[in-house]
């Protein structure tokens, strides 16, 4: 089983900047993909980036492309989520997931087999 912990979550000003973590506590998920999703009350939790560990490849959903930018650190099974010019609508609970495999096309909550508890992330006009 994976379990997987983030961090970073806060509360800032429209036009700040957070940056989110995620920790696996498996030694090793093999080529995997990590991915971050958020959920605002009343929505549908929607995907907003991946990660393919193999090579590094990044997906974006267009709502936070060019202002998010998520990494990884394969040695440490760590993911980030660089969240810059953020604005209230980005007001959500922010998930980490992963799953053993590749990433192509994957951007629905049933792709991912492992998930976090979630972040709380506030932006105030």
């Known amino acids: 089983q994976v379990r997987l912990v983030e961090s970073g979550g806060g509360s800032v000003q429209a036009g700040g900047s957070l940056r989110l973590s995620c920790a696996a506590s498996?030694?090793?998920?093999?080529?995997?993909?990590r991915a971050w999703f958020r959920q605002a009350p009343g929505n549908e939790r929607e995907w907003v980036a991946r990660?393919?560990?193999?090579?590094?490849?990044?997906y974006y959903a267009d709502s936070v492309k060019g202002r998010f930018t998520i990494s990884q650190d394969n040695a440490n099974n760590m993911v980030y989520l660089q969240m810059n010019s953020l604005q209230p609508e980005d007001t959500a609970m922010y998930y980490c997931?992963?799953?053993?495999?590749?990433?192509?096309?994957?951007?629905?909550?049933?792709?991912?087999?492992?998930w976090g508890q979630g972040t709380q992330v506030t932006v105030s006009s």
């Open positions: 990660i393919y560990s193999s090579d590094l490849t990044t």
């Open positions: 997931a992963a799953r053993r495999g590749g990433c192509f096309g994957a951007s629905r909550r049933t792709n991912f087999d492992f």
């Open positions: 498996t030694v090793s998920l093999g080529n995997n993909c």
